[in-house]
């Protein structure tokens, strides 16, 4: 079995950062153990609960499916590097604002899902919201809530 590392260069919520690591080291390993991002979540490990979601170059993206090498010459963002300081980022405190966080397990994926969404369409119609949700489970909810503070972080409801 080798234990060859890669070199890898990326960029995590805006720090730059260049690591080795082994080459079947996960993404979610990589933020979780090796940085000491906790928001992104282990639940499911095969890309299907959505807690481990965060956003690369863009895009939602699992990262308990990716391989960090994959993420090598990438942009990352986690729910660590929404807020500003002590400041929520606007979804962030809409999903406060209309209690959409219940347990609180799914709730970083699903603002990063959310997110993806509202940088790539920030007037969405609430099919769009759901469409955008699809894979990310809540066991705690029906996700009236979330889809609710979805729309206001758009401007599209009021609180």
Request: aromatic share 4%; glycine share 10%; charged share 20%.
């Amino acid at each position: 079995m080798s234990t060859r590392q890669k070199q890898i260069k990326l960029t995590i919520n805006g720090n730059s950062y260049e690591l080795s690591v082994k080459p079947k080291t996960l993404l979610i390993d990589l933020l979780n153990s090796g940085l000491g991002l906790t928001g992104a979540k282990r639940g499911c490990d095969c890309s299907s609960c959505g807690a481990c979601t965060v956003i690369l170059n863009g895009k939602a993206a699992k990262s308990c499916s990716i391989l960090a090498v994959q993420a090598d010459g990438k942009e990352v963002i986690t729910i660590e590097g929404l807020s500003d300081g002590a400041k929520l980022h606007p979804i962030q405190q809409a999903f406060v604002d209309n209690f959409a966080v219940q347990c609180g397990y799914c709730t970083p994926g699903m603002i990063m899902s959310a997110k993806a969404l509202l940088d790539e369409n920030p007037n969405p119609k609430e099919e769009e919201v759901k469409q955008a949700l699809r894979g990310n489970l809540c066991r705690c909810t029906g996700y009236v809530k979330i889809i609710e503070a979805i729309l206001v972080a758009a401007g599209n409801r009021t609180a």
